[in-house]
């Protein structure tokens, strides 16, 4: 069965530090990778999407970056963090069946 | 796009009752559409999933319906119980492309 691992599960960075939070899947090949944000109290923002290695697609302007560096493993990072990147930060994948499964989410606060 | 407010929508239902939460979708291109179960600090949970060409799918206590002309989704649960107090998320799959875009959410509170 397919499983999706992300962490850590929460972070606590200082403002100008650099982020990197990895997000791996297993049991499935070629997914369909997401990250998303996700402000308190609020819904869900896509911020990047990717169908394979090292295809990105952004879908805001912001402080982060996505990279594909295996079929599987999907990484948001971040040079320089800040106040504004706090939040639950939430990886999603699919396959051929359309069906969204998301990972259990990192929650980042930036103090 | 992101969902607008701090403030979640709530819906409080009496154990037992039925439950419905509404969703607007926003693209004409949308042909795919899940709800999902959000639990404070985890993951959303897939729940009920329907495609464009269905009116209605039913599952264990949960139905979705579909109004394409009016752009509209429902999720009804029924015999609401503590368990199904959670924030859901109905999400739409734009066709041709792997976006799910997310409605603001709607928080259910069950009460005992």
């Known amino acids: 069965s397919q499983t999706i691992h992300q962490w850590p599960a929460t972070l606590v960075q200082p403002v100008g530090s650099p982020l990197s939070l990895e997000c791996t899947v297993e049991g499935t090949s070629n997914p369909n990778l997401y990250w998303y944000r996700q402000a308190a109290g609020r819904g869900l923002q896509l911020l990047f999407y990717s169908v394979g290695i090292g295809q990105i697609s952004s879908e805001v302007p912001q402080n982060l970056s996505a990279s594909r560096p295996q079929d599987r493993q999907f990484i948001l990072s971040s040079k320089k963090l800040l106040l504004s990147d706090s939040g639950f930060y939430l990886c999603?994948?699919?396959?051929?069946?359309?069906?969204?499964?998301f990972g259990q989410g990192t929650r980042l606060t930036v103090v | 796009g992101e969902s607008v407010g701090l403030h979640l929508p709530t819906l409080s239902v009496q154990e037992g009752d039925n439950s419905i939460i509404n969703c607007a979708y926003s693209?004409?291109?949308?042909?795919?559409f899940i709800w999902y179960k959000q639990e404070s600090g985890k993951g959303p949970q897939f729940i009920i999933d329907i495609r464009s060409n269905m009116g209605k799918r039913q599952g264990q206590r949960v139905t979705v319906l579909l109004n394409k002309t009016v752009k509209h989704l429902s999720l009804q649960i029924a015999a609401t119980q503590p368990g199904d107090s959670a924030v859901y998320f109905c999400?739409?799959?734009?066709?041709?492309?792997?976006?799910?875009?997310f409605g603001t959410g709607t928080r259910l509170k069950v009460l005992a």
């Open positions: 999400a739409e799959n734009i066709s041709g492309t792997y976006k799910y875009i």
């Open positions: 999603a994948w699919c396959s051929g069946a359309l069906r969204a499964f």
């Open positions: 693209n004409s291109a949308s042909d795919y």
